[in-house]
């Protein structure tokens, strides 16, 4: 605490108020106080941070159900036969605005995918021979087995297409989207 | 009656509670990225979990920059 009469600001050069420049004497700032001024400006701007990502978390809550929950149709992709031929087809499901691709890894071995990359929805491209599924937006791979990211920005693997065989028939039943 | 507080001393506590802000303001960060990759991935087991740790984050950095308002008003 300052003795009482006696200047309290801090100058740069240490000296009293009386030897400062004249314009300083004009204009006495107090240093540190305006610097601490400053700083709380800075921590008020933190918790103002702070808000937006407490009313962005309670949005996320507040949102409703994650996109594509069930129930989900039934619906014919191709014959066994077509999709051995071809070794990978397109489709919609579970409704037209979801691309996705259906999969033949080697005889009676069938998997889809939703087509949407993980990281920012482009359309991934199968690359069969190299067993990986490629996104040429940002060089994101993933495995063409399992779905899941290998290289590349994407961290979540492609949603699953739950498929069914019935008399040489390929048929999705369900759709799920995954985090690991 | 406010506490009388050198300006090193405040200064001190002022350096704590703007690392303690800033760590909370980073986990918060952290916590809405992990929350929307989960949500994404269809689960919502989570959400309103985050959503609580979050608003806690919040209060607990509206009371820390209250402290700080104070000890900016105590005397030297």
Known sequence: ?180 | MRPILTRRQKDTIFVGIFCVVALLVVLQLWLLTATTNAYLGGDRSVVWRAAGASVGCLALNLWLLRRLVYLQGARD
Not at chain 1, 68 to 85: C, D, N, Q, S
Not at chain 1, 86 to 91: D, G, K, S, Y
Not at chain 1, 124 to 130: E, F, I, Q
């Open chain 1, 1 to 180: 605490m300052n003795p009482p009469g006696e200047d309290p600001r801090d100058y740069p050069d240490r000296r009293p108020l009386a030897d400062q420049r004249h314009w300083r004497q004009d204009f006495p700032t107090d240093v540190p106080e305006d610097d601490h001024v400053a700083r709380r400006e800075f921590v008020k701007f933190l918790v103002l941070t702070s808000g937006a990502f407490a009313a962005g978390q309670c949005w996320l809550a507040l949102a409703g159900p994650s996109p594509a929950r069930g129930p989900f149709p039934r619906t014919r992709i191709a014959t066994a036969a077509e999709l051995e031929e071809q070794r990978a087809i397109e489709f919609r499901y579970p409704d037209e605005h979801e691309p996705c691709l259906a999969l033949c890894l080697g005889p009676g071995r069938y998997v889809a995918y939703g087509q949407k990359c993980s990281h920012l929805a482009c359309a991934v491209v199968p690359h069969l021979d190299r067993g990986e599924l490629h996104c040429p937006c940002h060089n994101g791979s993933f495995e063409a087995e399992g779905g899941r990211p290998v290289a590349g920005p994407p961290r979540r693997p492609l949603p699953l297409v739950r498929l069914e065989v019935a008399d040489g028939v390929v048929y999705a039943t369900g759709f799920q989207p995954r985090t690991i």
